[in-house]
């Protein structure tokens, strides 16, 4: 239940004004991170106090690019982030990492692989 709420909040505030990132609760998703390893049996992979400094970095990178990524990309990105369920600035980040780069590869490289 408590992943639902997460979820149905981070959904809510995935769709930033124009031109800006999207505003997450990085507690709540680093807590749904942590909860649902215990679920599982499994340990965390970091504490919530470690997840949160990520996301934050994560952001403020995020801030720097946002700004200049096209917006079929930041699109695709959020897009793709909400169909894996809880997003975070790790996520898109990195999403947006990944599509700049393959973007940025000539055509023949891309292809070979």
């Known amino acids: 239940m408590k992943r639902a709420v997460v979820f149905f909040v981070a959904l809510l505030t995935l769709f930033p004004a124009f031109g800006q990132i999207p505003k997450l609760d990085v507690k709540a998703i680093c807590e749904a991170r942590s909860a649902d390893a215990k679920k599982v049996g499994s340990p965390p992979d970091q504490s919530i106090t470690d997840c949160m400094t990520d996301e934050e970095s994560a952001k403020q990178q995020l801030n720097a690019l ?10 695709q990105c959020q897009s793709d982030a909400r169909s894996l369920g809880i997003t975070s600035y790790l996520d898109l980040l990195t999403c947006i990492q990944i599509a700049q780069d393959t973007k940025s590869r000539p055509r023949k490289e891309r292809e070979k692989q």
């Open 66 to 75: 946002w700004a200049t990524t096209p917006v079929p990309m930041r699109k």
